[in-house]
Each structure stands twice: as structure tokens, then as C-alpha cells.
């Protein structure tokens, strides 16, 4: 049985890191030589690849990622590395013209802390209606690149199991304001002693007013009460990285994303 009560190593962090996968409304999902999730159009379509865990060589575990993402009938392949991937797939990608896209830190902090400051202007709450769940929809609808917005039964169904998620305490969606305005949100998943941050988005016209920093600290906040001991997030080394730095966030690895035309 895993101690929960034990400071988390290096190796703890990177592995919980490499187990992040997002299965969105809709998506279809396999996991056999490594984790592969087929995204709905509205997300963007198709397939992201992560997890790597084979017997395999890196040719043959990515000739199978391959082979299912043109059976789905999807045309692009999305890959995160991992420290934790087995094979590594990196050099295998490279070589058959992958284009490297992205890269994020994969960032952690004790809970317990360097506290966040917040704007007295910027207000938070945890997201528990179907009227919240529009507002950050709508954030997210203009903050991510090929998401669309949710129709009424998606709405729905995303509120059940944002609802379900918090009362097993597995997790939650916070929405932040400045003025009374909705400007930014983001979810995290709770699970052995950590909390997984994960969909920061923020208004273009609101950034750097304080709304990302409330959504961090009412997330660690909140967290804190269900038990978790360590806050963990992936951030953009361009954009969220340096606030994440400042806010008491130490730098582990990174994960480098590819793109590969199938």
C-alpha cells in the first residue's frame, strides 16, 4: 500500500505527471502499448498520445499509435514526452518529420506555503451551477484554439460530472471574476497527496490583472481541505511558467509536445 503520508520524491512527480490524461465528452480512448485518446471534433479531433509503458522498440510502439489513429480516421497524431516513458519515443518521432509544437515545465510545490496574492477586485468560486459552467465554457471557447462551445445536453453532461468529481472529492472547476465579470477558470483532479492543476485559461483582455493567481490559490486552497499535500502543474514556459516560478513553484522536467501527419 502507497504511504500518503510521505514527502513525494522526484520520481513521485514525474510519474504523476506522465498519468495526467484528459478524456473529454465524447472521446474515444485505447491503452495497450501506450495511452491513446481520439478527441471529438469540437476539441479539435484527432488522436493524443501519451504513457508509453511497452516491450516493444520506439519504431514499433509508434507504428501502433499509427495503425489506430488511421483506423479512427483521424490524420494527426499528437505526442507528449515523459521522463517516465518506456520506450522513449522522442528520437523515433524526429526522425519521421514530427514537428515539435510545444514544450511545458512540469512544475510542484508543497501546499503549505508561499502564500498566492490575490487583487482585492478579483473574486473565486468553486463551480457548482449549470450558469457557471456556461461562463467558464465560454472562457474556454475563446481562450483554446479549435474548441467550440458546448451545446445545452453537453452543458449538462459536463455539470454531472463536475458534480460527481466534487462530491468524491476527486476534484473540481474553480471561476474567477474581476468586477463581477467572468475572466478565467481552471479544474484540477486529486489523487495520492497530489492536486493536478490542469486547464488554466484567462481572457486575453484580462491577463495580468490577478485572475490566474486566484484561480491558483483557491485551488491549492481547496484542495488543501480534501487532503492533498502537493499542487502539480504542467505550464507553458512562455506564458504560465513564470508566474507559476513566482509563486513558489520549483521546476522538475518538461514535456516536450509533436505533432505527426499520419
Known sequence: MQNHDR?????????ASASWVWFP????????????????????????ASQVASTLDAAGVLDHAIERTRAWGEAELTFWTNASDSPDLEGEL????AEHFDTVAVLARPIEG????????????????????????????AVWEHQQPLTGAELEEELAEAESALASDEGFRVLARIDGAPVSTGGCKIAGGFVALWGG???????????????????MRFAAELGARTA?????????APILSRAGFRHFGDERGYTLRV
Do not use: W
Open 7 to 15: 514527502p513525494h520524491t522526484v520520481d513521485d512527480l514525474m510519474r
Open 25 to 48: 465528452l465524447g472521446s474515444e480512448q485505447e491503452k495497450s502499448e501506450l495511452q491513446l485518446v481520439r478527441h471529438p471534433a469540437r476539441f479539435g479531433g484527432g488522436v493524443k
Open 94 to 97: 524526429i526522425s519521421r518529420g
Open 201 to 219: 485559461a484567462t481572457l486575453a483582455e484580462a491577463r495580468g490583472k490577478g485572475a490566474y493567481r486566484a484561480v491558483l490559490a483557491e485551488r
Open 114 to 141: 508561499i502564500p498566492v496574492d490575490v487583487p482585492p477586485n478579483v473574486t473565486v468560486e468553486i463551480v457548482r451551477t449549470i450558469d457557471q459552467l456556461r461562463e467558464v465554457d465560454a472562457i474556454n471557447a
Open 232 to 240: 502539480l502543474v504542467k505550464g507553458r514556459i512562455s506564458t504560465s
